[in-house]
């Protein structure tokens, strides 16, 4: 059964960079035929996908439009994980954040399992 | 992007009664080249993650029981509850994997009335 573990800060300073973290239990971070994504979730914005990292004999990862320019999603093979960076926070940045697992080789990308979820307020 | 809209915002209905969610899509996420629809349901309680119900429009994820189910093709579909339990205060989300980004509908309220 996959579990995923988050961490991080619950707040940061306006104009500074969100980092987050995702501990992967049973699975790899470098799977071929998944995907490892970060979702956000806010009152304004409602649920709100970010991006997604994944292995295809190289790394690959993409970005949703809105945050492109500032986000980035990447591995660490040797923790299996994988972190969110986001660049340039505002208030309107506050969210709870979640990782998530597709398994997209066939297309199947619905999220399952996610993390537990992290509050991030973004407050001078 | 593809918007997703649900319908109704919130609904409070008897423990019993039949529960019915409706999620609109901008454009078709019926597959031409495979004849399924990249459409998931998810319900989620409060302080929790959203947990997948309904994936491919209607196909029931193993463990969620045979009282969810979802129905629809093309650009309108239906999560239904065919009696409403109190564990199914939460609200509902549907969400497009058709062409990334990924998009959600806004979310469904249900409560108990």
């Known amino acids: 059964q996959v579990h995923l573990q988050q961490s991080g800060p619950g707040l940061v300073k306006p104009s500074q960079t969100l980092s987050l973290t995702c501990a992967i239990s049973g699975d790899s971070v470098s799977s071929i035929s998944v995907a490892w994504n970060w979702i956000r979730q806010s009152p304004s914005r409602g649920l709100e996908w970010l991006g997604r990292t994944y292995y295809r004999s190289k790394w690959v990862s993409d970005y949703a439009p809105s945050v492109k320019s500032r986000v980035m999603i990447s591995p660490d093979t040797s923790k299996n994980q994988f972190s969110l960076q986001l660049n340039s926070v505002s208030p309107e940045d506050t969210a709870v954040y979640y990782c998530?697992?597709?398994?997209?080789?066939?297309?199947?990308?619905?999220?399952?399992?996610w993390g537990q979820g992290t509050l991030v307020t973004v407050s001078s | 992007d593809i918007v997703m809209t649900q319908s109704p915002d919130s609904l409070a209905v008897s423990l019993g009664a039949r529960v019915t969610i409706n999620c609109k899509s901008s454009?078709?996420?019926?597959?031409?080249?495979?004849?399924?629809?990249?459409l998931a349901w998810y319900r989620q309680r409060p302080g929790q993650p959203p947990k997948v119900l309904v994936y491919?429009?209607?196909t029931r994820e193993p463990g969620v029981p045979d009282r969810f189910s979802g129905s629809g093709s093309g650009t309108d579909f239906t999560l239904t509850i065919s009696s409403l339990q109190a564990e199914d205060v939460a609200v509902y989300y549907c969400q497009q994997y058709f062409s990334p980004p990924w998009t959600f509908g806004q979310g469904t309220k249900v409560e108990i009335k």
């Open positions: 998530s697992r597709t398994t997209s080789a066939s297309g199947d990308n619905w999220f399952d399992p």
């Open positions: 491919w429009a209607s």
């Open positions: 454009r078709t996420l019926l597959s031409s080249f495979n004849n399924k629809n990249y």
